[in-house]
C-alpha cells in the first residue's frame, strides 16, 4: 500500500511541476504529503491555463523573469518566478492565478509590472477563495476545483479591463470572447474601486507611526474646534477622532490632486506621470498644471507633510491610474468621486448633509433662470449645488463657455477641504476648456458686513484682486469683491442647533435676530444681503423653517417686514429628505426677494409633492421636473403627472399664517394637504377680523 500510495503521489507531482527538486526531510513520502498533496497556486495556474489556452484559442507559454517593478514598489529584492502566458495571434497576455482575496490597486500596479517585464500586451489574474486549499489526491480533482469554483478576476488586456468578483469559468470564457470580438472600453465600477482602495490604502500608511502633523490637519480641516460644534463633540476622545478623519481628507486630496493630473493631460499636452523617487516630485508633476492655472485645486498643499512611507503607496496609484487611462473614460467616474470614495463617518462630520445630486439638479432648474448674471453659494461644502447651478446656467446659454459661466459663479466654505472639492468639481465639468478661475474662497462667509458685499482678510483658493501668485506655503490675506447684484443664492447651509452656536460660529450676524436662532436662518439674513431685487434664494431648508415656534421670527421678518414671496416648495414623499443621512425631514425652498414697488399682483406658490422616489429620478429627469413644475398652469385645485402633484396657495396666504406654514406640507397626501390649505383660506377669508390667538 506505502509503493502504490507513494507512486501515485509522485506521479501527481510530477504532472504539476515543470522543475523541481526533493527535499531533505526524514521521508520523501512525507515531505510530499506535507507540501505537495494540497491544492496550491501553482497547480491550479497550469490547469487553468490549459483550459483556457483550449476555450480562448490561444497557445500557452511559460519564461523565467526577475521583476524589477516590483522591487521598485517594495523595496526588495529582484525574484526569479516562472510566468504563464496566453499566446493569442495578436497579443501576449500575462495569467496570474492567487489563492485569497485579491486587492485591485495592488494587482493593476502588478499588471503594470508584468507587461512592462515580460513585454506583454496585458494581464488576466484570477483568485479563488481560500476554500481550494483542500487535499487533493489526483488531477481531475485539481481540475473539478478549477471548473466548479467561483472565482474573482481582474482583466486587463487591450480589448477588455474590467474586475470580477465572482464568476465561474464558462461565464468568463464568453466574456473574454465577446471582448475579442468587440472590445470594451474601462468599466468604470474597475476605476471606481480602485481610486477608492487608493484612498484607503494612503489612509491606512497616514494612520501608522506618529499621525500627521497639526500643521497639515489644519490646511484641510482650518478651526477644530468649530467643526466639533458643527458635529457636537467636544471631548479629547473626539478630537482625536476628528484627527482620524483628517487622514481621509489628506489622503482624498492627494489622490484627487493625481488623478486631476491625468484627467488634464490630454487637454493640456501634460508629460506622462511616471514612478516617483520622492515625495518631491510630486510638486513637480503638480508645477505643469499650476503654471497654467488650476490652483484652486492644488493650493492646498499636503505634499509636503506626507510621510516617507506613503511613497510605495502613492507610485501604485500612480502606476494603477497610467494602465486605467481615466483621461479616456466618460466623466460619469466624476459625479462618483465624492460620497463613494471617503468614508461615511467622515461624509457625515466633514461636509454635513451632502445634497443628493438630483435634489441639486432639481432645485437649480427651479432657480436658475433668465440669464442670471451671478449665482453664489456661501456654504458649499462640496459644491454638488455649484455644478447644478452650472449646469442649469449652460442650459439657460447654450453659447457661452466653460469660463464664461464659471465668471458666474461664486463660492465660499470655511473649510478648505470643502472648498477644494467645490473648485474641483466645477474644474472638471469642462476637461476640454482651459480653467482660468474658479471662484471658491476659504472663510465664515457669516463674516461678511452687512449690506457690503466684501469679504475681508479671507484666506482663498484664488487671487482674485491681485496679479501676483498666491503662496502656497502661505495663507495670504485679501479682498474679494463680489459682484453688485447677485441674482440667485443657492446652498444647502449647515442645520446646527442653536445652543451649540459660539459668537465666533456668527461673526457679523451674531445681532441679526431678537432671539438666538438654529445656524441656517443666519444664512437666509446673508443671503438677503447679498440678493439684487428681484432675486431668488434656492434653498434645502429643515422642517424648522416652516413650523418652528422659535423660527417663527424669521418667517414674519421675511414674509411680514421684507416682502418675499415662497415661490416654490418641494417635498419628497418616498424618502425622509433631499440630504444624505438627515436626521429630519428637508425640503426644497425657492424664495423671491420683492423689487421696488412691490408688484401688484403676487403669483401663488407652487406647492410640489414627488410622486417618484428621489433615487429613481436621474440627473436629467430632475431638470425636466424643474421645467415642467415651472410651466405648469397656476391651478388651486391638484394637478397630478407621473413626477409630481401640484397645487397653489395665495401669497397672502402664506403672510397671513406664517406663524406656522407646515399645513401645507405636513401629509404624505398631497390632496390632504390641499384640503387643509383651502380650509385655512377659506377660514380666515370668512372669520379672520373675529378670531384671536389662543394665549388672548
Known amino acids: 500500500m506505502f509503493a502504490k500510495d507513494y507512486l501515485r503521489k509522485a506521479n501527481f507531482l510530477f504532472c504539476f511541476s515543470t522543475s523541481f527538486s526533493l527535499p531533505s526531510h526524514p521521508t520523501i513520502y512525507e515531505a510530499l504529503t506535507a507540501y505537495y498533496m494540497r491544492a496550491t497556486e501553482q497547480s491550479l495556474e497550469q490547469e487553468l491555463a490549459q483550459l483556457l489556452g483550449n476555450r480562448l484559442g490561444a497557445s500557452i507559454i511559460t519564461q523565467t523573469s526577475y521583476s524589477a517593478t516590483r ?6 529584492k529582484d525574484r526569479k518566478q516562472i510566468d504563464v502566458m496566453l499566446k493569442f495571434p495578436d497579443y501576449k497576455i500575462v495569467l496570474e492565478v492567487e489563492v485569497g482575496q485579491k486587492n485591485l490597486l495592488t494587482g493593476v500596479a502588478q499588471a503594470v509590472g508584468y507587461e512592462k517585464d515580460l513585454e506583454a500586451d496585458g494581464s488576466i489574474t484570477i483568485a479563488y ?17 478549477v471548473i ?9 488586456t487591450p480589448f477588455l479591463r474590467q474586475s470580477f468578483r465572482s464568476v465561474n469559468l464558462d461565464d468568463f470564457c464568453q466574456f473574454i470572447l465577446r471582448a475579442r470580438v468587440a472590445p470594451e472600453p474601462t468599466d468604470l465600477n474597475l476605476v471606481v474601486s480602485v481610486l477608492r482602495e487608493s484612498v484607503d490604502g494612503l489612509v491606512l500608511k497616514l494612520r501608522r507611526g506618529r499621525g500627521i502633523p497639526r500643521p497639515a490637519l489644519e490646511k484641510v480641516v482650518n478651526q477644530f474646534e468649530l467643526f466639533s460644534k458643527l458635529a457636537g463633540t467636544d471631548s479629547v476622545t473626539q478630537s482625536e477622532m476628528l484627527e482620524s478623519i483628517a487622514c481621509d481628507l489628506i489622503a482624498y486630496i492627494s489622490v484627487n490632486q493625481i488623478l486631476l493630473y491625468f484627467l488634464l493631460k490630454k487637454t493640456l499636452g501634460l508629460p506622462s506621470f511616471n514612478i516617483i523617487e520622492h515625495l518631491a516630485d510630486l510638486r513637480t508633476y503638480f508645477k505643469h498644471i499650476t503654471d497654467i492655472d488650476y490652483r484652486a485645486v492644488f493650493i492646498i498643499d499636503v505634499v509636503e507633510h506626507l510621510p516617507k512611507r506613503c511613497l510605495p503607496e502613492l507610485n501604485k496609484i500612480i502606476l494603477a491610474f497610467n494602465h486605467l487611462q481615466p483621461e479616456n473614460m466618460k466623466h460619469d467616474l466624476l459625479g462618483r468621486m465624492f460620497h463613494e470614495f471617503l468614508p461615511f463617518n467622515t461624509r457625515k462630520i466633514f461636509a454635513a448633509f451632502y445634497t443628493k445630486p438630483v435634489a441639486a439638479e432639481m432645485l437649480a432648474s427651479l432657480a436658475v433662470r433668465n440669464f442670471p448674471s451671478v449665482v453664489v453659494e456661501p456654504a458649499c461644502g462640496s459644491g454638488t449645488l455649484l455644478v447644478a447651478a452650472y449646469h442649469a446656467l449652460r442650459n439657460e446659454d447654450p453659447k457661452q463657455t466653460h469660463s464664461q459661466t464659471l465668471r458666474k459663479i461664486y463660492a465660499l466654505d470655511i473649510m478648505p477641504f470643502a472648498a477644494h472639492l467645490a473648485a474641483l468639481n466645477l474644474t472638471l465639468q469642462d476637461l476640454e476648456s482651459h480653467t482660468e478661475k474658479v471662484n471658491v474662497g476659504i472663510g465664515n462667509s457669516l463674516s461678511l458686513a452687512q449690506h457690503k458685499l466684501v469679504l475681508a482678510r479671507q484666506e482663498t483658493l484664488f487671487d482674485k484682486v491681485i496679479s501676483r501668485r498666491v503662496d502656497v506655503d502661505q495663507k495670504h490675506e485679501e479682498e474679494i469683491k463680489l459682484p453688485e447684484n ?20 456668527l461673526a457679523e450676524r451674531i445681532h441679526d435676530f431678537r432671539e438666538r436662532q438654529n445656524y441656517w436662518a443666519y444664512f437666509l439674513s446673508l443671503a438677503h444681503d447679498l440678493l439684487a431685487p428681484g432675486g431668488v434664494i434656492a434653498a434645502v431648508l429643515p422642517r424648522l423653517f416652516l413650523a418652528g415656534s422659535t423660527s417663527k421670527e424669521v418667517r414674519q421678518w421675511l414674509f411680514n417686514t421684507l416682502g418675499y414671496e415662497l415661490r416654490y416648495i418641494v417635498r419628497t414623499t418616498k424618502e425622509f429628505a433631499f440630504s444624505e443621512s438627515a436626521a429630519f425631514r428637508d425640503f426644497l425652498i425657492v424664495l423671491q426677494k420683492p423689487t421696488e414697488p412691490l ?6 406658490c407652487k406647492v410640489v409633492y414627488l410622486n417618484r ?13 424643474g421645467d415642467t413644475v415651472v410651466h405648469l398652469r397656476e391651478s388651486r385645485d391638484p394637478i397630478e403627472t407621473a413626477d409630481v402633484t401640484v397645487f397653489t396657495v395665495p401669497q397672502a396666504t402664506i403672510r397671513d399664517r406664517c406663524e406656522k406654514l407646515w399645513f401645507m406640507v405636513g401629509f404624505e397626501n398631497p390632496r390632504n394637504a390641499h384640503v387643509v390649505s383651502r380650509i385655512w383660506t377659506k377660514l380666515f377669508d370668512l372669520a379672520k377680523s373675529r378670531l384671536a390667538p389662543l394665549r388672548d
Open 71 to 76: 522591487k521598485k514598489l517594495q523595496k526588495g
Open 129 to 145: 477563495p481560500e476554500t481550494v486549499r483542500r487535499e487533493v489526491e489526483t488531477q481531475q480533482d485539481i481540475l473539478d476545483l
Open 148 to 156: 466548479h469554483t467561483n472565482f474573482s478576476a481582474l482583466v486587463l
Open 486 to 505: 447677485a441674482n440667485v443664492i443657492i446652498m444647502n447651509p449647515p442645520y446646527t442647533d442653536r445652543g451649540r452656536l459660539n459668537d465666533q460660529m
Open 599 to 604: 408688484s401688484q399682483r403676487m403669483a401663488p
Open 613 to 625: 422616489s428621489v433615487d429613481e429620478i436621474t440627473l436629467a429627469d430632475a431638470g425636466e421636473i
